[in-house]
């Protein structure tokens, strides 16, 4: 009805005089002004109605751009081999190239510290037992907050820490290694990639459960490390089982234990620590994918469901079970729960230990 009224010219009813001409021309601007309001608020009602679908589409369109895989370490080892077997398959499935970036120094804090300030909607981070479950508890003051900055993505996989002595060491199981520490304190020692690494939380964690005492020798890198316990100046270490399976079939380091939870096919003769009298003790070094909080929970949960299939992918298993790493992909509450209990079980450790930075 209005806008019939607004498209009918008005018709004065005087005799043409100048106040009626005056009257006409006034009241047709006034009513093409109200036309012209009517046809932009119609218009801006349709376009608003339309808005949640074109959210949808924007979502669904997300990643349009290549996403930045950052990895906190050197190139090489079993960080490399997760992220890249992951960044292989997620390239296949979520519509973007996935490249990985590797980002080493300051135990981790460094990318961290680069990541959690990205806001560019395209950069992740592969999360880690040390820069996630150690650093908080280490180092007096993070340029990041691991809960603040940010979110997880997914639990993408677990690589079991084996323990190893070197041939000349008389034991042969982790009876023997606790029977000899105890009957020669401070004499063994064991070397670690450094102070807070997965190699020195392996261990005092055995030191703990076993109530025995070793010597830690930190090195900078398990290289060095690998070094001296090959040529016998280190007598055990701990180490990931990718980095370590090669020695352990040459003969160079004999394998006492697992830390996984079940023996391993590469290893099936070797018993694992919590079948050789400690229930219950498992020690994994894993990796997941954070994100940095401004993400999106939409982008968040789009980014897990395809870390989820990627893992599990042929190519990625066999890649990640060539190499003895356990293939997980989670949720992101299960991802978070998953943290939280590994940074109340390392808290104790490490402060019994009285780990600091190296």
């Not at 900078?220 to 100046?233: A, K």
């Amino acid at each position: 009805m209005l806008e019939e009224v607004i498209s009918q010219p008005y018709k004065a009813k005087s005799n043409g005089d100048n106040m009626a001409s005056t009257f006409d021309k006034s009241t047709r601007e006034i009513l093409s002004i109200s036309r012209r309001h009517l046809l932009t608020g119609a218009g801006a009602l349709a376009c608003s109605s339309l808005l949640p679908g074109m959210a949808r589409a924007a979502d669904d369109s997300w990643p349009n751009r290549p996403i930045r895989f950052v990895v906190p370490f050197a190139p090489g080892g079993s960080s490399e081999i997760v992220a890249r077997s992951t960044a292989a398959e997620l390239s296949k499935t979520i519509g973007q190239n996935v490249f990985v970036d590797n980002k080493p120094g300051a135990a981790g804090n460094i990318a961290m510290q680069e990541v959690a300030r990205a806001d560019d909607q395209s950069t992740v981070i592969l999360g880690h037992i040390g820069t996630l479950a150690v650093n908080p508890y280490i180092f007096d003051k993070l340029p990041w907050d691991p809960k603040k900055d940010f979110v997880p993505v997914s639990l993408l996989a677990k690589v079991p820490s084996l323990y190893v002595v070197h041939p000349d060491l008389p034991v042969k199981n982790i009876a023997d290694l606790v029977a000899y520490a105890k009957k020669n304190p401070g004499k063994l020692s064991y070397g670690s990639a450094g102070n807070g690494s997965a190699g020195h939380l392996a261990f005092e964690y055995l030191k703990m459960t076993a109530d025995i005492f070793m010597l830690h020798v930190p090195y900078r890198g398990t290289g060095p490390m690998m070094t001296d316990l090959l040529s016998g100046r280190l007598d055990a270490a701990s180490v990931g089982a990718a980095a370590l399976l090669p020695f352990i079939k040459a003969g160079k380091v004999r394998c006492i234990a697992t830390g996984s939870t079940k023996r391993l096919p590469q290893l099936p003769d070797v018993p694992t620590v919590a079948e050789q009298g400690f229930p219950g003790f498992e020690m994994t070094q894993w990796y997941g994918m954070l994100a940095p909080s401004s993400l999106p929970r939409a982008h968040v949960d789009k980014l897990a469901a395809e870390c989820a299939k990627a893992v599990k992918a042929p190519d990625a298993l066999k890649r990640l079970q060539g190499d003895a790493a356990e293939p997980i992909g989670s949720t992101p509450e299960q991802f978070a729960q998953f943290i939280a209990t590994e940074q109340n079980r390392w808290q104790k450790v490490l402060k019994r230990a009285q780990v600091k930075p190296g």
